[in-house]
Nanobody, 115 residues
Framework: QVQTVESGGGLVQPGGSLRLSCATS????????MGWYRQAPGKERELVAR???????NYADSVKGRFTISRDNAKNTGYLQMNSLKSEDTAVYYC?????????WGQGTQVTVSS
């Protein structure tokens, strides 16, 4: 059974940075596009960034220029570097394939941006 484990979240002040990691037990990302998603309280889960197998990236307008998605296929791991964080970035962050596979959702990692 494939497992996805997100880590690296926490409490950070506005303008701060965090780096999220996504470790998987299988090669669910190595030949597929992967994405980082987030879900804020009372809102639906949304795609934040995605990266295809060739390294091409795409970002939601709300994070463009502040977030950077990357991947290390040899380690079955994905990353999301988040800079210049804003209060509206507060959410639980998840990684998954793009498009997502229901069975691959992990527990997510909480990111809270607050002074």
């Amino acid at each position: 059974q494939v497992q996805t484990v997100e880590s690296g979240g926490g409490l950070v002040q506005p303008g701060g940075s965090l780096r999220l990691s996504c470790a998987t037990s299988g090669r669910i990302f190595s030949i597929n596009a992967m994405g980082w998603y987030r879900q804020a309280p009372g809102k639906e889960r949304e795609l934040v960034a995605r990266i295809d197998s060739g390294g091409m990236t795409n970002y939601a307008d709300s994070v463009k220029g502040r977030f950077t998605i990357s991947r290390d296929n040899a380690k079955n791991t994905g990353y999301l570097q988040m800079n210049s964080l804003k209060s509206e970035d507060t959410a639980v962050y998840y990684c998954n394939r793009f498009p997502p596979i229901r069975a691959f959702w992990g527990q997510g990692t909480q990111v809270t941006v607050s002074s």
